[in-house]
């Protein structure tokens, strides 16, 4: 359950063997690359994000749909500045470029990137060619956008069109349909930008000529039937924590394995007040599960003692919970008759949680998450994370379907 498109659930109209289209968000460092893999998703795309660092072969081997250069902090020319194989822009994929994406596209592909002395930061009126691509309609050819540059591109690749521009900015977006690429100077994830998801809409659906086949409706199924195949008669256990992503873990889980599934509540001393009382009270009440409360806290007061660096801390507290969570089991397994070994615990580990741990793709760490990056090597479960290539909205709908009270 570990692969993050190994389940990510697509439209029950397509081929259960068919897995969904795939987007790749290269990451060049920005503050906004997993809202741009979120907002692909509200477009009903599957979208995943991986670094720059990754070899082109890599992506290309991912068999991506369409890629999406994101925004990044540095200036195009600098030394050391991140760059892009001119391979992947030739590779027949279609790509767009956001702010950075867009000028690293424009001067690996021969246009020219300077430093223009009139940088625009926040709300930025663009006039763009009604007829463009990314336009959907004639009336958003002139349009607020949300703008955060002090570089621009000075001169466009041969074959690129320039369909928009700014007073700071006379290249704001350039197009090269028949190579299916595209650039844009703004920012269109971001709020800021009114008709940002129609223009990632029109990239994508126009451009890439990607179907809106994907959706979270047909993530209950295939996740309760892979973990049935993976678990197969063994029983399980899932740390639940009283959150929703635990508790939605659980519910799924609890659909495949039925009462071979045991929640550990560990009370480790730092929870608001009243949440071991929802969590005994409210999801048991809900789904039934059997469920073990550990207390833990002066192991974990002990255990963090006088650690003040956040990431340290992240790192004691992954490690401590597995061990209680082994310890939890030996008991489980002592007071049933077959006595057999539990080998799968249940996280609720969300996709956030992966990328901000540095991810499977290379992604920087900004922070490890206890139960990914603060994982101890010598870890004895099999984990099952139904929910690992999820954003927490996605997590919250699927809560619903599966009957879960809203409180939680």
Same mark, same amino acid.
């Given at each position: 359950m570990s692969d993050l498109r190994e389940d990510p659930g697509h439209s029950s109209d397509s081929s259960a063997a068919q897995p969904p289209a795939l987007v790749l968000v290269v990451d060049f460092g920005a503050q906004y690359a997993q809202l741009i893999a979120r907002r692909v998703r509200e477009a009903h795309v599957y979208s995943e994000i991986v670094s720059h660092t990754m070899p082109v072969d890599e992506i290309l081997a991912r068999k991506p749909a369409a890629v999406i250069l994101s925004g990044g902090p540095k200036s195009v020319y600098a030394p050391g500045a991140p760059s892009i194989d001119r391979r992947l822009l030739e590779a027949g994929?279609?790509?767009? @470029?956001?702010? %950075? @994406?867009?000028?690293v596209m424009a001067r *690996?592909? #021969? #246009?020219?990137? !300077?430093? *223009? @002395?009139?940088?625009?930061n926040g709300r930025t009126a663009v006039s763009i060619s009604p007829d463009a691509v990314l336009v959907s309609a004639p009336a958003l050819a002139n349009q607020d956008v949300w703008m955060s540059h002090g570089d621009g591109v000075v001169d466009a690749p041969a074959g690129f069109r320039v369909i928009a521009s700014t007073p700071g900015a006379p290249i704001a977006a350039f197009e090269n349909p028949q190579r299916r690429l595209f650039g844009v100077q703004w920012h269109p994830e971001v709020r800021h930008t009114r008709h940002g998801q129609d223009l990632l809409e029109r990239f994508l659906h126009v451009g890439a000529g990607i179907e809106p086949t994907w959706t979270t409706s047909g993530i209950i199924e295939r996740t309760i039937k892979s973990i049935e195949e993976t678990v197969g008669a063994s029983p399980v256990i899932a740390g639940l924590s009283g959150g929703v992503d635990s508790a939605v873990a659980a519910a799924l889980v609890q659909r495949a394995v039925g009462d071979r599934l045991t929640c550990v509540f560990v009370d480790h001393g730092l929870l608001r007040e009243g949440e071991a009382e929802q969590v005994e009270e409210d999801f048991v009440e809900a789904t039934g599960v059997k469920l073990k409360v550990?207390? !833990?806290r002066e192991r974990f007061l002990q255990a963090l003692g006088t650690e003040t660096d956040p990431e340290q801390k992240r790192l004691v507290i992954g490690e401590l919970f597995i061990r209680v969570f082994e310890e939890a089991a030996d008991e489980i397994i002592a007071a049933q008759p077959h006595r057999e070994k539990i080998e799968f615990l249940v996280q #609720? *580990?969300? %996709?956030?949680? $992966? $990328?901000?741990? @540095?991810g499977g793709s290379g992604t920087d760490v900004i922070k490890s998450h206890h139960n990914v990056g603060g994982l101890p090597d010598d870890i004895e479960f099999e984990l099952i994370e139904p929910l690992r290539s999820l954003f927490k909205d996605e997590v919250? !709908?699927? #809560?619903l379907d599966l009957g879960l009270p809203e409180d939680i």
């Open positions: 994929v279609p790509i767009l @470029g956001i702010c %950075y @994406g867009f000028q *690996t592909l #021969g #246009g020219e990137v !300077a430093r *223009t @002395g009139e940088s625009e550990v207390d !833990a #609720g *580990t969300l %996709y956030p949680d $992966v $990328v901000e741990s @540095g919250r !709908a699927i #809560g």
